[in-house]
């Protein structure tokens, strides 16, 4: 079993359209995570959640909005794609403890 | 603000050669220290990790001891395998519920 599980994993797609990535995780962590991977590989986090509430947000275009149904799941609306969003997406989660657990990541293509 | 500086990668070396990928940071307090390995292709995974000074992680024959005098955490390797290609991040967390902060990563090559 896929312990962070995130869909699609491939997404091409067009500038000005929306788009979802859906997450969820199936290891009863409290907290869970966006973050984005650049093509240098550079990892930024985008926002935090722990049982459902936004603890960490950073300075994301308010095109990308969040929403966590339930402690599993997490998932990521982007609005009115633009080039620079084209990226690995990556879910996560964690315990307390700090140890996070990624998942396999969603490469967007905006064209 | 807290920070994570590695060595700029890439790093190509032979098969059994030995391996260091230097980890400074810059934190208030006491972070927790990790290194994650993301293989192509794929998520990043834990590879190892130490919660206080000289605390030292080990897993699949690699190292890194915390150094709070040096604020360093480097990864090492006696010898290392084709099989061990892969970007390196080294990365730091306050608290429990605190972000995770990563370093910019190092590609590592290992050729036969």
């Known amino acids: 079993d896929t312990a962070v599980s995130q869909t699609p994993k491939y997404l091409v797609t067009q500038m000005g359209n929306d788009k979802s990535i859906k997450c969820e995780q199936n290891?009863?962590?409290?907290?869970m995570y966006w973050y984005k991977q650049d093509s240098k590989k550079f990892l930024k986090i985008m926002f935090s959640y722990n049982n459902k509430e936004l603890i960490i947000n950073e300075t994301v275009p308010n095109r990308f909005s969040p929403k966590s149904p339930d402690k599993a799941h997490l998932n990521l609306h982007i609005n009115s794609l633009e080039l620079g969003d084209s990226a690995v997406y990556f879910c996560?989660?964690?315990?307390?403890?700090?140890?996070?657990?990624f998942g396999e990541g969603s490469w967007l293509t905006v064209v | 603000g807290d920070s994570v500086t590695q060595m700029e990668g890439p790093v190509t070396l032979s098969e059994e050669a030995f391996l260091t990928i230097n980890c400074t940071y810059t934190?208030?307090?006491?972070?927790?220290l990790f290194w994650y390995v993301q293989y192509p292709g794929e998520g990043l995974q834990l590879l190892l990790k130490?919660?206080?000074?000289?605390d030292k992680g080990s897993n699949k024959g690699f190292e890194a001891t915390y150094r709070k005098e040096t604020t360093s955490f480097h990864l090492e390797k006696g010898s290392v395998q084709v099989s061990d290609s892969a970007v390196y991040f080294c990365a730091l967390s306050r608290t429990s519920y605190d972000k995770v902060i990563f370093g910019p990563g190092t590609s590592l090559s290992v050729i036969p």
């Open positions: 130490a919660t206080k000074a000289d």
């Open positions: 934190a208030t307090g006491y972070p927790s």
């Open positions: 996560a989660s964690s315990p307390q403890g700090n140890t996070i657990y």
């Open positions: 290891l009863g962590h409290d907290t």
